[in-house]
């Protein structure tokens, strides 16, 4: 009888991983928030300021090496800027973020020494925004899911929970 409710307990336990859980559970929810300010005035002047937890350092390093052509525009940097950002990106990227749920999940989704080209290339965040019909993230109010603000009201804290999602012309996402 024993037996039986360990097995049950374990399969439980089991079938509630995902399939990018390491099987080590993180001890926080979603990535954690921005802390540069650096980093919120040269890059958050563009785009949302992304968490640095969404890649991993060798995505930013790949990003930061081509600022002159960044997404079709010249985010060059001076040289004590483009260090000093650089840094904050790799000591807070995902992998340096485990303990932090979508950190965890995004290190998870990546195979072998797959380099991503942006946070929304990632196999995490494409799964994750698989169930949307495409026309709500095309549209001229989202753009695109590289556009996180757009739907996730509490991004800039990073919290990306469901609960927290608002798209624009369809309303609240119910999963």
Known sequence: MKLLMFLTLFL????SEDKYSSGLKPTKK????????????????CHFAYQPGLLPANAWEKMMGNLEN???TDASLSQEDFITISNYLKQNSAEKNMDYKRSSRIVNSLKGRQIPDSISQTPYMIEKHN???PSLITQKEVKGIFNCIACHT????GIYSE?????????RWKD
Do not use: M, W
Request: glycine share 8%; proline share 5%.
């Open 12 to 15: 439980t336990l089991l079938s």
């Open 30 to 45: 979603g990535v954690a928030p921005v802390n540069n300010a650096l980093y919120i005035n040269e890059c958050g002047s």
């Open 70 to 72: 960044h997404f079709d």
């Open 131 to 133: 169930e949307i019909r």
């Open 154 to 157: 509490t991004a800039d804290k």
């Open 163 to 171: 609960r927290d999602i608002h798209i624009p012309n369809f309303g």
